[in-house]
């Protein structure tokens, strides 16, 4: 089965510091990797994804994520954090590339920014 | 780009009453749905699948008779939150595919937040 850990339940940064956010999936076949970010109250908004290729993937708001089979990882990575991206960030596997399996959710990390 | 709406956004009901939450696939048509439920603070996790023309299929755990889904169209997914209760209070979320398949990740409509008092 697939599950997914995001071992940090909270983290804080400063205002353009640099961020990375943790992901390890176990899954036995090629992974499908997501990282969704919530706001509060809100749904989900997709901010890249892995499904093959290039390792490292490009997202959107200055967001990019490293695949690293060996590490069973795909940590969440942004150069200079703003203010706005204060939420709750979800890391996620399904099995295939299209949409029709759901997926699995980790636990969350929420993000704080302080000045 | 491809959009999930989800109706209503908040409600708010009496307990022993029926809630009634829709979620549509506005640009594309979409044989499978999927419903979430996300408790404060905490990750989404799976309650069921909904497939156009057929039954949905229950994650283990989950009421089929309490949560009632409909897929009657490639459009639209209903879930009824039937005789609710206050324990029933969550966040509920959709999401869905493009049929065509391919690489569309999956679309999730903004939830609903139902408050049974």
């Known amino acids: 089965a697939q599950s997914v850990t995001q071992p940090d339940i909270h983290i804080t940064v400063s205002e353009g510091a640099s961020l990375e956010l943790r992901c390890n999936y176990s899954y036995g076949a090629t992974p499908y990797l997501f990282w969704y970010v919530q706001s509060p109250g809100q749904g989900l908004q997709l901010l890249l994804k892995?499904?093959?290729?290039?390792?490292l993937v490009q997202g959107i708001k200055g967001f990019e994520a490293e695949f690293k089979r060996s590490q069973s990882s795909f940590n969440l990575r942004k150069p200079s954090v703003h203010w706005s991206d204060a939420a709750e960030y979800f890391c996620a596997v399904g099995e295939q590339a299209s949409g029709n399996t759901p997926l699995v959710f980790g636990k969350g990390t929420r993000l704080s920014v302080i000045a | 780009g491809a959009v999930v709406s989800q109706h209503p956004s908040r409600v708010i009901c009496k307990s022993g009453t029926s809630v009634k939450i829709e979620c549509r696939s506005l640009d594309f048509q979409a044989t499978t749905m999927f419903w979430y439920r996300q408790f404060p603070k905490q990750s989404l996790m799976l309650m069921a699948t909904?497939?156009?023309?057929?039954?949905?299929?229950?994650e283990q755990g989950v009421e089929k008779d309490k949560f009632l889904i409909n897929h009657a169209s490639l459009t639209l997914s209903t879930l009824t939150v039937t005789s609710a209760h206050p324990e029933d209070s969550s966040f509920y979320i959709c999401?869905?595919?493009?049929?065509?398949?391919?690489?569309?990740?999956?679309?999730f409509g903004n939830g609903t937040r139902l408050t049974v008092t």
């Open positions: 999401s869905a595919s493009p049929r065509t398949g391919g690489n569309s990740p999956l679309h």
């Open positions: 909904s497939n156009e023309g057929s039954k949905a299929t229950y």
């Open positions: 892995y499904f093959s290729g290039d390792t």
